[in-house]
């Protein structure tokens, strides 16, 4: 059995990531950790985790439940400070994305884990989704040729508006929580650029076989009263041609419950034909040379071990495999670098070189 720990509650998408665990036969939660109890709540009855389970000081609970594995999802200016005590106990990291707020955190962070000879994994949610999945399958086949350009738009309503498993919140909680929470903290590393323009610059370089630009420009809006960004617009220039990331706090839905217009997603144009791989649907749009009538393709469901985060590293775990695709740091690094230069683009008004 693989033994996994969840830390830290600050983003609700702890309580996905603990469904995962709860449900794979080869793993055992033994321990959930928050400062806050009251955070674990949902989860202690949902998993049916006891008392002797649950821990309010990180490093009491890596000393008494002894992981295999840490699930880590504080809030995003504070990732680095987590791999930093979680690295000397020994344990495999899975951090919920972002990647971090610079690149030199991220850098710090792989090297901890490197040093620790363990695993590092940053979850992207989306490089599970079954269209995303299909996209990069088809492309890996040749049927749209080179990727030449990637188009990204991608948020929702905005993060107060959902707890774990999407739960609805209320115009009041939003309203109430938007000056305290994490999220519309700059010094904490919120804004909607920073949740989800990882997610772009990361698949972005999956689908483009690892691609690294050139240089970058970046606009985010300027909300009276915000500390940080709602809407972001990133363009990156390739050796190939252009890609465009746009991130949004504040779309007309959300995604999960009904697509906004323009749909949150992907769409990939390559030297031989296109695909539109959009979030949350069954099928993908297909165009190409010999079929230049768009279709649609199933988005078909991975098998395991290739369903979820879980699965996934417990498959690497038990194998030895090292990790690919989104979640390796070294795709997910060349993402950090895009939104670390499309921060500098955005703060001094001008295009940029990529940072090193």
Request: net charge positive.
């Given at each position: 059995?693989?033994?996994?720990?969840a830390i830290n509650f600050d983003h609700m998408h702890m309580g996905d990531n603990l469904r995962f665990a709860h449900d794979h036969p080869e793993v055992e939660i033994v321990g959930l950790c928050d400062e806050k109890p009251d955070r674990m709540e949902s989860a202690i009855t949902t998993f049916g985790i006891p008392a002797d389970r649950v821990f309010t000081d990180w490093r009491t609970c890596l000393e008494t439940a002894r992981p295999d594995l840490a699930i880590l999802c504080p809030a995003t200016g504070l990732h680095a400070e987590y791999v930093r005590r979680v690295a000397p106990f020994g344990v495999h990291v899975m951090m919920e994305k972002p990647f971090a707020t610079s690149l030199a955190e991220a850098d710090e962070m792989i090297r901890l884990m490197k040093d620790a000879g363990k695993t590092l994994a940053i979850n992207w949610p989306l490089a599970w989704y079954p269209p995303h999945?299909?996209?990069k399958r088809l492309i890996d086949e040749g049927t749209i040729g080179a990727v030449r350009e990637v188009r990204y738009y991608d948020g929702n309503r905005g993060p107060l508006w959902h707890l774990?498993?999407?739960?609805?919140?209320?115009?009041?909680?939003?309203?109430?929580?938007?000056?305290?929470?994490?999220?519309?903290?700059k010094e904490h590393g919120g804004g909607s650029l920073l949740d989800y323009l990882g997610y772009?610059?990361?698949l972005?370089?999956?689908?483009?076989?690892?691609a690294v630009p050139t240089e970058v420009t970046c606009v985010t809006d300027d909300s009276p009263g915000l500390e940080v960004d709602e809407h972001s617009i990133t363009i990156a220039r390739?050796?190939?041609?252009?890609?465009?990331?746009?991130?949004?706090?504040?779309t007309f839905s959300d995604p999960w419950t009904h697509q906004p217009q323009p749909r949150c997603g992907f769409v990939l144009v390559g030297t031989h034909g296109t695909i539109s791989s959009y979030d949350y649907e069954d099928t993908v749009q297909l165009q190409t040379r010999d079929h230049p009538e768009v279709r649609s393709l199933p988005a078909v469901v991975p098998e395991p071990?290739?369903?979820d985060p879980i699965q996934y590293l417990v498959e690497c775990i038990r194998t030895g495999a090292r990790v690919a695709g989104p979640l390796s740091p070294v795709v997910a690094r060349v993402g950090q670098q895009i939104v670390d230069s499309a921060l500098l683009s955005a703060r001094e008004r001008r295009t940029v070189a990529l940072l090193p």
């Open positions: 059995m693989i033994r996994v720990v999945v299909t996209a774990a498993d999407k739960i609805e919140t209320t115009p009041e909680f939003v309203a109430q929580e938007k000056a305290k929470s994490w999220w519309y903290s772009g610059t990361t972005g370089t999956w689908f483009l076989g690892g390739y050796a190939t041609g252009l890609a465009k990331f746009e991130t949004r706090w504040g071990p290739h369903q």
